[in-house]
């Protein structure tokens, strides 16, 4: 599976946008990008996942390029409940076989500031 | 739905002991995961199972021994407890694969002293 690099750190204010970026620039036809958060000592929790159509849900939207190199995961209004350790993941998407292998990394830790 | 529960929550060991962790799953998923962090650490996968009665080795299974015996239970052993194996231990479980969205516990907090 692709590597991913993120930003160790990010600030946003409550109500603004967060935008929280992901580089995987050895991405291949069949991965996805899936994003997870980690809110402090709580198991991680999926937030939502795409292949290269942009992707919108009740929690977040995932905006990825064109040639799917990078994405942004948006948090449109963020709030202080928020702040969390978010990890972009990229993984192959087959039913079954061996994609049990999933690498978390460090992620970014979001702040939100009242 | 309890979802994934996780037992038990915290716990101390001394060096040598031996305990079991479970995690059970009320979603018939087919996959069941167990994860280590440590701390400024991603998780990190010890082992993993696709189905009752399957086990494999993940990245860091030295030390630990699992079972799954029943689809909705994936048991972790220490069987001679180190202080290196201090961590938070998190299970997860999904449908099939990572393809789907995984759902984790709340994790067991483990020290050994």
């Known amino acids: 599976d692709a590597k991913t690099t993120q930003p160790p750190s990010m600030d946003c204010a409550e109500g603004r946008a967060a935008n929280l970026p992901c580089n995987h620039s050895t991405i291949s036809g069949n991965e996805y990008v899936y994003w997870y958060r980690q809110i402090h000592s709580q198991g991680p929790q999926y937030i939502i996942h795409g292949l290269k159509n942009n992707e919108t849900n009740e929690m977040a939207s995932l905006i990825i390029t064109e040639d799917r190199k990078s994405s942004t995961l948006i948090l449109p209004h963020a709030t202080l409940r928020d702040t969390a350790v978010y990890y972009c993941?990229?993984?192959?998407?087959?039913?079954?076989?061996?994609?049990?292998?999933?690498?978390f990394g460090k992620g970014t830790l979001l702040t939100v500031n009242p | 739905n309890a979802g994934v529960t996780q037992t038990p929550k915290f716990r101390v060991l001394k060096t040598g002991q031996s305990m079991t962790l479970l995690c059970a799953q009320d979603?018939?998923?087919?996959?069941m995961y167990w994860y280590r962090q440590d701390p400024g650490m991603g998780l990190r996968l010890i082992h993993y199972s696709v189905g009752e009665g399957t086990t494999a080795k993940g990245e860091v299974p030295d030390g630990y021994n699992v079972s799954r015996l029943k689809k909705q239970n994936f048991l972790l052993g220490l069987e001679s407890a180190a202080p290196s194996q201090t961590s938070v231990y998190f299970c997860a479980s999904t449908p099939v694969g990572w393809n789907t969205e995984a759902f984790f516990g709340q994790g067991t907090r483990l020290t050994v002293v």
């Open positions: 993941i990229v993984l192959q998407s087959r039913s079954g076989g061996s994609n049990y292998k999933l690498t």
């Open positions: 979603m018939n998923h087919e996959y």
